[in-house]
């Protein structure tokens, strides 16, 4: 499988979970004080969101490189 053939199917996939779940979340830990060996740690939950456009984009560019692929 060459180079070509591999970003195609990632970007397929990429996209298609892009249009199913919409973005991803991860969680970010901080340190909210610190005072001596006393620590208060803050863990936050942040959201991104991957616009529908995206998604769909990814998922044309994968498929023309998967097209363009086989005609060469």
């Given at each position: ?57 990814a ?14």
């Amino acid at each position: 499988m060459d180079a070509k053939k591999l970003i195609a199917i990632l970007l397929l996939v990429g996209g298609a979970l892009a249009l199913a779940y919409g973005g991803f979340s991860y969680t970010k830990d901080s340190t909210a004080l610190q005072l001596g060996s006393i620590e208060v740690s803050v863990e936050e939950t942040k959201r991104v969101n991957v616009p529908m456009w995206a998604g769909v984009a990814a998922m044309l560019v994968g498929g023309l490189l998967l097209v363009a692929g086989r005609k060469s």
